[in-house]
């Protein structure tokens, strides 16, 4: 056949085509059936594919249980270390509400006299609560669990005692101000 008849065929049977997909299984049933002409037995029975059900289930989990790995709420340090040495949490508080009123009454004495003497001390204090911040990490981070309490320990007395002697010096700033004032006479 040349081009020029096939053309006219195809124009000729132009919409007549059948293009409509075959029904399902439709495969399987024509090979059983040409199977059974011959003679032959079909040993390639088609399995339920069980596994791909199965495999997105799967994949589905895994990503379920990574999110929540990801997303998942942290503890804070301070409940890790409360699991790891619950005394502590009962000793934070007492030192920290001891601290806390120590720090407010520091503020209170704050004046024109002593202004430079309290920031320092508020600066000092805030690298000691880096300080104390880093031995909880070392703590949950698993060192020396009896070394780092000691230190902790040591770290809330430090501030304390900071502040008592602070707060010392401002009521001796007070009273040498109080007792100038008194010996100048008019």
């Keep these: 056949m040349s081009k020029d008849n096939l053309d006219r065929l195809f124009e000729r049977l132009q919409g007549q085509f059948d293009v409509e997909e075959p029904h399902t299984g439709h495969q399987d049933r024509f090979l059983e059936k040409l199977n059974r002409s011959q003679g032959t037995v079909s040993i390639n029975k088609k399995r339920p594919t069980w596994w791909k059900p199965l495999s997105i289930a799967a994949s589905v989990a ?38 806390e009123q120590q720090v407010q009454q520091l503020k209170d004495e704050k004046s024109p006299e002593n202004a430079q003497l309290v920031d320092d001390t508020l600066a000092q204090l805030q690298r000691l609560e ?39 010096q401002i009521e001796n700033i007070k009273n040498l101000k109080l007792n100038n004032d008194e010996s100048f006479t008019i």
């Design 62 to 99: 895994l990503v379920a249980l990574l999110g929540y790995k990801v997303f998942a709420p942290q503890p804070s340090i301070e409940q890790q270390v409360g699991k790891i040495a619950p005394e502590v949490s009962n000793t934070e508080f007492y030192f920290a509400n001891l601290i």
């Design 130 to 168: 880096n300080d104390y911040k880093k031995l909880e990490q070392d703590l949950v981070n698993g060192g020396d669990t009896k070394i780092i309490l000691n230190a902790m320990i040591t770290n809330f007395q430090t501030r304390i005692d900071l502040l008592k002697d602070v707060l010392s």
